[in-house]
């Protein structure tokens, strides 16, 4: 059984992980309007992922005896200035993602939850991933500059991402 004060994070964890989906789906329609079709391809497999992690966290409280408290999930915003910024928004929402994760973490180890640490262990692997991730289109769109053609380009390789 989860302590009150574990079960309290993470329910508030689900809630983050699922409003990294909707920020996710909330980009995709963006580069949709842009004619960006890899670039919204590659949201929404991202807002799956997020999703996924939501409902491993779901499970895991489930699986724990915990109550699931669902919250509503905040409105995204709807545009950016330019794909990098979109792509600037993302390593820094994986960063605060990075954080909460961590202080579950440090809660976990505080209360000597040690299934609870084990489980978290796969989702501090898994921030390095996103941030690394997110980082390296980063620097592809900041070499890439001005240049439509170099934009294009990235376009088609990000829609070449599995799902």
């Known amino acids: 059984m989860l302590e009150a004060k574990m079960l309290d994070a993470m329910n508030k964890q689900i ?15 963006w580069f949709e309007s842009l004619s ?15 999703h996924g992690h939501g409902m491993k966290f779901f499970a895991y409280v489930i699986e724990r005896g915990g109550k699931i408290e669902l919250k509503a999930i905040e409105a995204p915003p709807k545009s950016w ?4 910024d979109a792509f600037k928004a993302v390593a820094a ?11 579950l973490a440090d809660q ?10 084990t489980t978290l262990h796969w989702f501090i692997s898994e921030q390095v991933e996103e941030e690394a991730n997110a980082a390296e289109i980063v620097a592809k769109l900041e070499m890439i500059g001005e240049s439509s ?5 990235l376009d088609h390789q990000l829609a070449k991402r599995g799902a």
């Open 15 to 29: 809630n983050a992980e699922l409003y990294s989906s909707y920020l996710y789906l909330s980009m995709a329609a």
């Open 36 to 50: 960006l079709k890899g670039f919204a391809h590659w949201m929404q497999v991202q807002a799956k992922e997020e």
């Open 81 to 84: 200035k330019n794909p990098l």
């Open 93 to 103: 929402h994986e960063a605060k993602i990075t954080g909460l994760i961590n202080a």
């Open 108 to 117: 976990a180890q505080e209360l000597r939850d040690h299934a609870t640490s």
């Open 149 to 153: 053609g170099g934009l294009f380009a």
